[in-house]
């Protein structure tokens, strides 16, 4: 007997809460596009990203914004017995003996900080107004009216300089409004 004529096609009008899933390191997109084929509900909250992938070149990318969790939700009643078939996750979260949950207010939350973290990203001086190797002056913070030489463009929105602390060169991290930009 097929399970998939069993199950009601049509979802609950009132599915309860979210569960979270936990995936494997670095398995969060294909745990939720494998867990929306399963018919589940998936929420995978991502926030923008830069990365430096050398010769001063950034590129914008996405990030999960909680690596290794997923909220889920059962729509249709089904169970949750096929998320042992999704290779990329490993289990669903149980603490203090039972299923660990988010309500729609929590994801609400968590929907509203994501936004924030997009709109942000577009206001955010980009890291691609620099280039490794470039002598800057620091403009604010506590290096102010130093030269400092590019070093790292990471995804964090930081750049690593390198600084002359105490007559040795030490690699800091600074957010990029420190800098002047040439």
């Known amino acids: 007997m097929d399970l998939r004529t069993n199950l009601n096609l049509e979802p609950r009008p009132n599915p309860g809460p979210w569960f979270i899933a936990l995936t494997l390191p670095g398995q969060d997109k294909t745990a939720c596009d494998a867990l929306r084929n399963r018919r589940y509900q998936v929420y995978r909250p991502v926030i923008p990203a830069l990365i430096s992938h050398g010769r001063g070149q ?26 042992r078939s999704v290779g990329a996750v ?3 979260w149980v603490r203090n003996g039972s299923f660990a949950v988010l309500d729609d207010d929590d994801i609400a939350a968590i929907k509203g900080t994501e936004e924030r973290l997009w709109n942000q990203q577009i206001e955010k001086k980009r890291l691609g107004d620099f280039t490794l190797g470039q002598v800057l002056p620091v403009q604010s913070g506590p290096f102010i009216g130093q030269l400092v030489t590019i070093e790292d463009l990471d995804d964090e929105h930081r750049i690593g300089v390198l600084i002359d602390l105490l007559g040795r060169k030490t690699r800091v991290y600074l957010p990029p409004a420190y800098l002047i930009s040439a």
Not at 61 to 70: D, I, K, N
Request: with cysteine; hydrophobic share 40%; net charge positive.
């Open 90 to 92: 490993h289990r669903i």
């Open 58 to 83: 950034c590129r914008q990318a996405v990030r999960s914004m909680f690596p290794g969790y997923l909220p889920i939700r059962d729509l249709y009643g089904q169970g949750w017995e096929w998320i």
